[in-house]
Protein backbone atom coordinates (compact mmCIF):
# COMPACT_ATOMS: atom_id res chain seq x y z
CA UNK A 1 0.00 0.00 0.00
CA UNK A 2 1.28 3.51 -1.01
CA UNK A 3 2.05 5.49 1.92
CA UNK A 4 0.58 8.16 0.24
CA UNK A 5 -2.74 6.95 -0.03
CA UNK A 6 -2.57 5.94 3.63
CA UNK A 7 -2.24 9.91 4.53
CA UNK A 8 -5.61 10.58 2.49
CA UNK A 9 -7.06 8.15 3.72
CA UNK A 10 -6.20 9.14 7.29
CA UNK A 11 -6.71 13.32 6.52
CA UNK A 12 -10.09 11.90 5.77
CA UNK A 13 -10.35 9.96 8.78
CA UNK A 14 -9.31 13.46 10.80
CA UNK A 15 -11.66 15.39 9.61
CA UNK A 16 -14.72 12.94 9.56
CA UNK A 17 -13.77 12.65 13.67
CA UNK A 18 -13.79 16.11 14.73
CA UNK A 19 -16.64 17.83 16.63
CA UNK A 20 -16.53 20.61 18.55
CA UNK A 21 -19.36 22.25 21.09
CA UNK A 22 -20.13 25.93 21.59
CA UNK A 23 -20.31 26.70 24.74
CA UNK A 24 -22.89 29.09 26.38
CA UNK A 25 -21.14 32.55 27.85
CA UNK A 26 -22.60 34.67 30.83
CA UNK A 27 -21.96 37.62 32.35
CA UNK A 28 -23.64 39.54 35.18
CA UNK A 29 -24.77 42.73 34.88
CA UNK A 30 -25.44 44.78 38.64
CA UNK A 31 -28.10 47.35 38.26
CA UNK A 32 -28.79 49.29 40.83
CA UNK A 33 -31.05 48.56 43.40
CA UNK A 34 -31.76 51.35 45.74
CA UNK A 35 -32.88 54.58 45.38
CA UNK A 36 -31.62 57.70 47.07
CA UNK A 37 -34.03 59.57 49.10
CA UNK A 38 -33.41 63.66 48.94
CA UNK A 39 -32.26 65.17 52.23
CA UNK A 40 -34.61 66.86 54.25
CA UNK A 41 -34.17 70.09 55.90
CA UNK A 42 -32.19 69.88 59.21
CA UNK A 43 -29.39 70.47 60.96
CA UNK A 44 -26.19 69.89 59.02
CA UNK A 45 -24.87 66.00 59.94
CA UNK A 46 -21.60 65.06 60.43
CA UNK A 47 -19.25 64.83 58.05
CA UNK A 48 -18.95 61.31 57.45
CA UNK A 49 -22.64 61.18 56.93
CA UNK A 50 -22.62 63.53 54.25
CA UNK A 51 -19.52 61.58 52.95
CA UNK A 52 -21.34 58.38 52.44
CA UNK A 53 -24.54 59.98 50.58
CA UNK A 54 -22.71 61.45 48.20
CA UNK A 55 -20.65 58.38 47.70
CA UNK A 56 -24.38 56.51 47.03
CA UNK A 57 -25.18 59.24 44.79
CA UNK A 58 -21.98 59.01 42.40
CA UNK A 59 -23.16 55.07 42.07
CA UNK A 60 -26.35 55.57 41.06
CA UNK A 61 -25.33 58.04 38.54
CA UNK A 62 -23.02 55.43 37.04
CA UNK A 63 -25.51 52.70 37.48
CA UNK A 64 -27.82 54.85 35.56
CA UNK A 65 -25.90 55.97 32.45
CA UNK A 66 -24.74 52.46 31.87
CA UNK A 67 -28.44 51.39 31.63
CA UNK A 68 -29.28 53.98 29.34
CA UNK A 69 -26.37 53.19 27.23
CA UNK A 70 -27.56 49.44 26.71
CA UNK A 71 -30.99 50.30 26.95
CA UNK A 72 -31.07 50.06 22.89
CA UNK A 73 -28.73 47.04 22.97
CA UNK A 74 -29.36 43.71 22.24
CA UNK A 75 -27.61 40.93 24.69
CA UNK A 76 -24.23 38.99 23.24
CA UNK A 77 -25.41 36.01 25.02
CA UNK A 78 -28.45 35.37 22.44
CA UNK A 79 -29.03 32.11 21.15
CA UNK A 80 -27.90 32.00 17.65
CA UNK A 81 -27.71 29.59 14.63
CA UNK A 82 -25.01 28.40 12.20
CA UNK A 83 -24.27 31.16 10.80
CA UNK A 84 -23.02 32.16 13.89
CA UNK A 85 -19.17 31.38 14.93
CA UNK A 86 -18.44 29.71 12.10
CA UNK A 87 -14.08 29.06 13.15
CA UNK A 88 -15.71 27.33 17.01
CA UNK A 89 -14.32 29.95 18.92
CA UNK A 90 -14.78 28.38 22.51
CA UNK A 91 -15.57 31.39 24.26
CA UNK A 92 -18.65 32.43 21.72
CA UNK A 93 -22.73 32.44 22.80
CA UNK A 94 -24.72 29.50 22.62
CA UNK A 95 -26.04 28.10 18.97
CA UNK A 96 -28.95 25.55 18.89
CA UNK A 97 -26.90 22.73 17.50
CA UNK A 98 -24.11 23.33 19.92
CA UNK A 99 -27.01 22.89 22.94
CA UNK A 100 -28.77 20.04 20.95
CA UNK A 101 -25.23 18.30 21.12
CA UNK A 102 -24.77 18.80 24.87
CA UNK A 103 -29.12 18.59 25.57
CA UNK A 104 -29.36 19.67 29.30
CA UNK A 105 -28.75 23.15 27.83
CA UNK A 106 -31.82 22.98 25.90
CA UNK A 107 -33.65 22.57 29.35
CA UNK A 108 -36.46 25.33 29.93
CA UNK A 109 -36.49 26.19 25.61
CA UNK A 110 -39.54 26.47 23.55
CA UNK A 111 -38.33 26.80 20.15
CA UNK A 112 -38.79 26.02 16.63
CA UNK A 113 -35.70 26.24 14.59
CA UNK A 114 -34.52 25.48 10.43
CA UNK A 115 -31.57 26.14 8.65
CA UNK A 116 -32.70 25.84 4.75
CA UNK A 117 -29.10 26.62 3.36
CA UNK A 118 -28.20 22.92 5.34
CA UNK A 119 -31.79 21.11 6.03
CA UNK A 120 -31.70 21.06 9.29
CA UNK A 121 -34.96 21.46 11.41
CA UNK A 122 -35.11 21.45 15.36
CA UNK A 123 -37.79 21.52 18.42
CA UNK A 124 -37.54 21.96 21.69
CA UNK A 125 -41.20 22.47 24.10
CA UNK A 126 -40.94 22.38 27.56
CA UNK A 127 -43.93 21.60 30.00
CA UNK A 128 -43.02 21.52 33.82
CA UNK A 129 -39.89 20.87 34.66
CA UNK A 130 -39.41 18.41 31.50
CA UNK A 131 -37.96 19.74 27.77
CA UNK A 132 -38.51 17.51 24.68
CA UNK A 133 -36.21 17.52 21.93
CA UNK A 134 -36.70 16.62 18.48
CA UNK A 135 -34.42 17.50 15.21
CA UNK A 136 -34.13 16.26 11.46
CA UNK A 137 -30.98 16.03 9.91
CA UNK A 138 -29.50 14.35 6.68
CA UNK A 139 -27.13 11.17 7.56
CA UNK A 140 -26.17 11.39 3.98
CA UNK A 141 -28.33 12.87 0.76
CA UNK A 142 -30.83 10.59 0.82
CA UNK A 143 -30.67 8.59 4.43
CA UNK A 144 -32.84 11.00 6.62
CA UNK A 145 -31.38 11.14 10.35
CA UNK A 146 -33.82 11.75 13.11
CA UNK A 147 -33.04 13.31 16.83
CA UNK A 148 -35.37 12.95 19.71
CA UNK A 149 -34.26 13.69 23.28
CA UNK A 150 -35.11 14.90 26.66
CA UNK A 151 -33.70 17.96 28.70
CA UNK A 152 -33.80 18.78 32.63
CA UNK A 153 -31.69 21.04 34.45
CA UNK A 154 -29.64 18.05 35.66
CA UNK A 155 -29.15 16.23 32.89
CA UNK A 156 -30.08 15.61 28.92
CA UNK A 157 -30.31 12.64 26.47
CA UNK A 158 -30.56 12.59 23.01
CA UNK A 159 -31.16 9.34 20.70
CA UNK A 160 -29.90 9.72 16.62
CA UNK A 161 -31.49 7.23 14.29
CA UNK A 162 -30.97 6.84 10.62
CA UNK A 163 -32.11 3.69 8.58
CA UNK A 164 -31.18 2.53 5.02
CA UNK A 165 -31.30 -1.54 5.37
CA UNK A 166 -32.16 -4.03 2.59
CA UNK A 167 -33.11 -7.86 2.59
CA UNK A 168 -33.32 -9.56 -0.31
CA UNK A 169 -33.74 -13.49 -1.09
CA UNK A 170 -34.98 -15.79 -3.27
CA UNK A 171 -35.37 -19.27 -4.74
CA UNK A 172 -35.76 -21.78 -7.44
CA UNK A 173 -37.19 -25.48 -7.92
CA UNK A 174 -36.94 -27.55 -10.78
CA UNK A 175 -37.28 -31.91 -11.01
CA UNK A 176 -33.76 -32.66 -10.06
CA UNK A 177 -32.52 -28.94 -8.24
CA UNK A 178 -33.06 -26.70 -5.93
CA UNK A 179 -31.17 -23.23 -5.13
CA UNK A 180 -32.23 -20.67 -2.71
CA UNK A 181 -30.42 -16.98 -2.67
CA UNK A 182 -30.16 -14.23 0.46
CA UNK A 183 -28.58 -10.95 0.48
CA UNK A 184 -28.35 -7.97 2.91
CA UNK A 185 -26.93 -5.44 2.26
CA UNK A 186 -26.78 -1.05 4.23
CA UNK A 187 -26.82 1.63 2.57
CA UNK A 188 -24.35 4.85 3.39
CA UNK A 189 -25.47 6.59 6.47
CA UNK A 190 -27.28 3.81 8.37
CA UNK A 191 -26.43 5.50 11.98
CA UNK A 192 -27.89 4.85 15.48
CA UNK A 193 -26.56 7.06 18.23
CA UNK A 194 -26.48 8.23 21.87
CA UNK A 195 -25.47 11.48 23.63
CA UNK A 196 -25.48 12.46 27.39
CA UNK A 197 -24.82 15.55 28.91
CA UNK A 198 -24.79 16.95 32.74
CA UNK A 199 -23.48 19.91 34.69
CA UNK A 200 -21.03 19.02 37.17
CA UNK A 201 -20.64 21.63 39.65
CA UNK A 202 -19.19 24.46 37.08
CA UNK A 203 -18.25 22.31 34.83
CA UNK A 204 -19.98 20.53 31.48
CA UNK A 205 -19.78 16.93 31.05
CA UNK A 206 -20.97 15.69 27.33
CA UNK A 207 -20.25 11.76 26.13
CA UNK A 208 -21.60 10.52 23.33
CA UNK A 209 -21.79 7.39 21.00
CA UNK A 210 -22.11 6.14 17.28
CA UNK A 211 -22.62 3.25 15.17
CA UNK A 212 -22.60 3.38 11.56
CA UNK A 213 -22.67 1.44 8.59
CA UNK A 214 -21.81 1.72 4.56
CA UNK A 215 -22.42 0.86 1.55
CA UNK A 216 -19.89 -2.20 1.40
CA UNK A 217 -21.30 -3.75 4.20
CA UNK A 218 -23.31 -6.60 3.12
CA UNK A 219 -23.40 -9.91 3.49
CA UNK A 220 -24.98 -12.83 0.81
CA UNK A 221 -25.27 -16.71 0.73
CA UNK A 222 -26.12 -19.04 -2.07
CA UNK A 223 -26.13 -22.95 -2.09
CA UNK A 224 -23.62 -23.32 0.79
CA UNK A 225 -21.06 -20.63 0.09
CA UNK A 226 -21.56 -17.11 2.28
CA UNK A 227 -19.63 -14.19 1.28
CA UNK A 228 -19.60 -11.24 4.30
CA UNK A 229 -18.47 -7.46 4.20
CA UNK A 230 -17.83 -5.74 6.82
CA UNK A 231 -17.42 -1.79 6.62
CA UNK A 232 -18.42 -0.02 9.53
CA UNK A 233 -17.90 2.67 12.08
CA UNK A 234 -17.33 2.47 15.85
CA UNK A 235 -16.97 5.96 17.04
CA UNK A 236 -17.35 8.39 20.50
CA UNK A 237 -16.13 11.12 22.51
CA UNK A 238 -16.10 12.80 25.89
CA UNK A 239 -15.54 16.34 26.62
CA UNK A 240 -15.37 18.41 29.69
CA UNK A 241 -15.97 22.25 29.63
CA UNK A 242 -16.16 25.17 32.23
CA UNK A 243 -18.60 26.47 30.35
CA UNK A 244 -21.44 27.34 33.23
CA UNK A 245 -18.23 29.09 35.34
CA UNK A 246 -16.51 30.28 32.42
CA UNK A 247 -15.94 34.59 32.44
CA UNK A 248 -12.99 36.04 30.41
CA UNK A 249 -10.92 32.46 30.11
CA UNK A 250 -12.93 29.61 28.46
CA UNK A 251 -12.03 25.60 27.73
CA UNK A 252 -12.54 22.38 27.03
CA UNK A 253 -10.94 19.32 26.63
CA UNK A 254 -11.90 15.62 25.87
CA UNK A 255 -10.75 12.72 23.32
CA UNK A 256 -12.55 11.50 19.88
CA UNK A 257 -13.03 7.29 19.76
CA UNK A 258 -12.67 5.59 16.45
CA UNK A 259 -12.40 2.12 15.21
CA UNK A 260 -13.29 1.98 11.15
CA UNK A 261 -14.10 -1.93 10.50
CA UNK A 262 -12.92 -3.15 6.70
CA UNK A 263 -12.72 -6.81 6.37
CA UNK A 264 -14.16 -9.57 4.23
CA UNK A 265 -15.09 -12.97 4.99
CA UNK A 266 -15.68 -15.74 2.75
CA UNK A 267 -16.66 -19.51 3.42
CA UNK A 268 -17.09 -22.20 1.02
CA UNK A 269 -15.96 -25.80 0.42
CA UNK A 270 -15.51 -26.04 3.77
CA UNK A 271 -13.03 -23.39 4.15
CA UNK A 272 -12.82 -19.72 5.52
CA UNK A 273 -10.87 -16.80 4.44
CA UNK A 274 -10.85 -13.78 6.19
CA UNK A 275 -9.51 -10.41 4.42
CA UNK A 276 -8.30 -7.32 5.87
CA UNK A 277 -8.62 -4.39 3.45
CA UNK A 278 -6.04 -1.35 4.01
CA UNK A 279 -8.54 1.08 5.06
CA UNK A 280 -9.07 -0.42 8.37
CA UNK A 281 -8.01 1.48 11.27
CA UNK A 282 -8.18 2.43 14.85
CA UNK A 283 -7.69 6.65 16.01
CA UNK A 284 -7.77 8.14 19.33
CA UNK A 285 -7.27 12.09 19.07
CA UNK A 286 -7.40 14.00 22.33
CA UNK A 287 -8.23 17.79 21.44
CA UNK A 288 -7.93 20.79 23.82
CA UNK A 289 -9.79 24.06 23.04
CA UNK A 290 -8.84 27.92 24.50
CA UNK A 291 -10.40 31.15 24.13
CA UNK A 292 -9.75 34.32 25.59
CA UNK A 293 -11.49 37.62 25.80
CA UNK A 294 -9.02 40.19 24.17
CA UNK A 295 -11.65 43.22 24.78
CA UNK A 296 -14.97 43.52 25.70
CA UNK A 297 -18.00 46.39 26.20
CA UNK A 298 -21.30 46.54 27.11
CA UNK A 299 -22.29 46.09 23.54
CA UNK A 300 -19.28 44.31 21.86
CA UNK A 301 -16.42 42.10 22.70
CA UNK A 302 -13.50 40.96 21.04
CA UNK A 303 -12.01 37.13 21.28
CA UNK A 304 -9.64 35.25 20.61
CA UNK A 305 -9.36 31.27 20.28
CA UNK A 306 -6.58 27.84 19.67
CA UNK A 307 -8.28 24.70 19.15
CA UNK A 308 -5.75 21.84 19.26
CA UNK A 309 -6.10 18.17 18.12
CA UNK A 310 -3.42 15.12 17.90
CA UNK A 311 -5.13 12.31 16.28
CA UNK A 312 -3.16 9.05 16.82
CA UNK A 313 -4.15 6.34 13.88
CA UNK A 314 -2.82 2.66 13.70
CA UNK A 315 -3.82 1.09 10.83
CA UNK A 316 -4.65 -2.99 11.00
CA UNK A 317 -1.59 -5.21 9.88
CA UNK A 318 -2.19 -6.90 6.57
CA UNK A 319 -1.17 -10.09 6.32
CA UNK A 320 -0.53 -12.49 3.55
CA UNK A 321 0.75 -15.49 5.84
CA UNK A 322 1.20 -17.77 2.81
CA UNK A 323 3.85 -15.80 1.82
CA UNK A 324 4.98 -14.68 4.70
CA UNK A 325 4.22 -10.72 4.06
CA UNK A 326 3.34 -8.00 6.64
CA UNK A 327 2.53 -4.31 5.69
CA UNK A 328 2.15 -1.87 9.10
CA UNK A 329 1.52 1.68 9.24
CA UNK A 330 0.70 4.61 11.79
CA UNK A 331 0.34 8.36 12.16
CA UNK A 332 1.06 10.93 14.28
CA UNK A 333 -0.24 14.50 13.86
CA UNK A 334 -0.60 18.00 15.55
CA UNK A 335 -3.11 20.07 14.39
CA UNK A 336 -4.25 23.26 15.52
CA UNK A 337 -6.64 26.10 14.21
CA UNK A 338 -5.90 29.69 15.68
CA UNK A 339 -9.47 31.92 15.35
CA UNK A 340 -10.84 35.13 16.14
CA UNK A 341 -14.34 35.86 16.87
CA UNK A 342 -15.66 39.15 16.88
CA UNK A 343 -19.57 40.50 17.62
CA UNK A 344 -21.49 44.08 18.29
CA UNK A 345 -24.79 44.99 19.27
CA UNK A 346 -26.06 47.69 17.30
CA UNK A 347 -29.75 48.14 18.57
CA UNK A 348 -32.61 45.67 20.53
CA UNK A 349 -32.91 44.25 17.09
CA UNK A 350 -29.79 43.81 15.78
CA UNK A 351 -26.29 42.31 15.88
CA UNK A 352 -23.42 41.64 14.04
CA UNK A 353 -20.44 39.35 13.95
CA UNK A 354 -17.54 37.88 11.99
CA UNK A 355 -14.69 35.84 12.37
CA UNK A 356 -11.33 34.45 11.38
CA UNK A 357 -9.52 30.94 11.12
CA UNK A 358 -6.60 29.28 10.04
CA UNK A 359 -6.23 25.54 10.30
CA UNK A 360 -2.40 24.41 10.48
CA UNK A 361 -0.75 21.00 10.12
CA UNK A 362 1.70 22.00 12.82
CA UNK A 363 3.41 18.47 11.67
CA UNK A 364 2.07 15.09 10.92
CA UNK A 365 4.47 11.96 10.59
CA UNK A 366 3.48 9.03 8.90
CA UNK A 367 5.14 5.20 9.01
CA UNK A 368 5.46 2.27 7.12
CA UNK A 369 6.59 -1.03 7.21
CA UNK A 370 6.71 -4.20 4.72
CA UNK A 371 8.32 -7.47 5.51
CA UNK A 372 9.07 -10.59 3.56
CA UNK A 373 10.74 -13.28 4.65
CA UNK A 374 14.10 -12.13 5.70
CA UNK A 375 13.11 -8.70 3.62
CA UNK A 376 12.39 -5.75 5.16
CA UNK A 377 11.51 -1.81 3.69
CA UNK A 378 10.47 1.09 5.85
CA UNK A 379 9.40 4.31 4.70
CA UNK A 380 8.19 7.68 6.67
CA UNK A 381 7.02 11.23 5.41
CA UNK A 382 7.17 14.17 7.64
CA UNK A 383 4.50 17.31 7.07
CA UNK A 384 4.09 20.93 7.92
CA UNK A 385 1.36 23.01 6.27
CA UNK A 386 -0.53 26.43 7.43
CA UNK A 387 -3.57 26.01 5.06
CA UNK A 388 -5.78 28.97 3.88
CA UNK A 389 -7.60 31.11 6.11
CA UNK A 390 -11.36 30.87 6.51
CA UNK A 391 -13.42 34.81 7.24
CA UNK A 392 -16.99 34.73 7.73
CA UNK A 393 -19.65 37.66 8.72
CA UNK A 394 -23.31 38.10 9.39
CA UNK A 395 -25.93 39.52 11.43
CA UNK A 396 -28.43 38.59 13.53
CA UNK A 397 -32.16 40.26 13.21
CA UNK A 398 -34.69 39.85 16.00
CA UNK A 399 -38.26 40.59 16.82
CA UNK A 400 -40.56 39.95 19.61
CA UNK A 401 -40.11 35.96 19.07
CA UNK A 402 -38.82 35.92 15.79
CA UNK A 403 -34.98 35.94 14.84
CA UNK A 404 -33.34 35.62 11.58
CA UNK A 405 -29.50 35.01 10.62
CA UNK A 406 -27.61 34.73 7.63
CA UNK A 407 -23.73 34.66 7.33
CA UNK A 408 -21.47 33.99 4.21
CA UNK A 409 -17.77 33.04 4.13
CA UNK A 410 -15.14 32.93 2.02
CA UNK A 411 -11.87 30.31 1.41
CA UNK A 412 -9.35 33.27 1.17
CA UNK A 413 -7.02 31.97 -1.35
CA UNK A 414 -10.43 31.77 -3.67
CA UNK A 415 -10.13 35.23 -4.82
CA UNK A 416 -13.10 34.96 -7.49
CA UNK A 417 -15.20 33.56 -4.65
CA UNK A 418 -15.43 30.31 -5.37
CA UNK A 419 -15.65 28.96 -2.17
CA UNK A 420 -18.13 31.07 -1.02
CA UNK A 421 -20.29 29.49 1.65
CA UNK A 422 -23.79 30.70 2.60
CA UNK A 423 -26.02 30.26 5.91
CA UNK A 424 -29.75 31.08 7.05
CA UNK A 425 -31.22 30.61 9.89
CA UNK A 426 -35.19 31.25 11.59
CA UNK A 427 -35.93 30.46 14.59
CA UNK A 428 -39.06 31.35 16.54
CA UNK A 429 -39.20 31.40 20.80
CA UNK A 430 -42.00 30.82 22.81
Known amino acids: MNIKLVSVIAALAVS ?221 AITFSNGPSAKKTFWSVGADFLRHEDSQETKGNGQTVETTNPGAYMMIMPRLNLAFTLAQKEDARLLAGLNTRLPVILFDKIENKPNKEEDSYSIFGLYTSPNLLAEMSLTENWIIFGGASIDWEVISYATSEYKRDTYTEDGSIISMKSGSALANAGARFQYKMLSLEASIAENLNNNNWAGLIGNFSAMLTF
Do not use: C
Request: hydrophobic share 35%; net charge negative; aromatic share 8%.
Open 16 to 236: AAVAQDNDEYEEASEPATESYQEEEEAAPEPAPVVRKKETVSIAETQSATEEASTASSGSLDALHGAAYNMVGNEGGASTVRGDMAAPYKMAGRSLIYVEPTNQYGALALTSGSFTYLLAFNNATDDVGLLTAGLATKSFGLTVDLALAKHWASSEEKGENNSSKDEASLTEDGDNIGLTFAAPLGGIDFVANVYWQTFAADADAKSDGSEVKSSKWDLGG
